[in-house]
């Protein structure tokens, strides 16, 4: 088993930062791609950014050029700096590991006021 936990959320403007942390425990030695997901009210959960152990990156175009994912290997957490936030940012944000299935954090929320 695998268990990932969140940490960062919050309130924030727009137009400002947000840096969420997921910490990786339990039998991580096979978690190849770790990322974030997130989840608006009324939508469905989908992808924000991924990254792989050797560190290949890939974003949601809606995010593009404003999150950045990175990954500490050794401290086993993979982080995502969020700039220039927009209120559609607001949702809950999830981490997620995978293989050899997909492990899930129980989420963060962040809420981008207007």
């Known amino acids: 088993q695998v268990q990932l936990v969140e940490s960062g959320g919050g309130l924030v403007q727009a137009g400002g930062s947000l840096r969420l942390s997921c910490a990786a425990s339990?039998?991580?030695?096979?978690?190849?791609?770790m990322g974030w997901y997130r989840q608006a009210p009324g939508k469905q959960r989908e992808l924000v950014a991924t990254i792989t152990r050797g560190g290949t990156t890939n974003y949601a175009d809606s995010v593009k050029g404003r999150f950045t994912i990175s990954r500490d290997n050794v401290r086993n957490t993979v982080y995502l700096r969020m700039n220039s936030l927009k209120p559609e940012d607001t949702g809950v944000y999830y981490c997620n590991a995978e293989p050899p299935r997909n492990y899930w954090g129980k989420g963060t929320l962040v809420t981008v006021s207007s």
């Open positions: 339990g039998n991580i030695f096979s978690i190849n791609i």
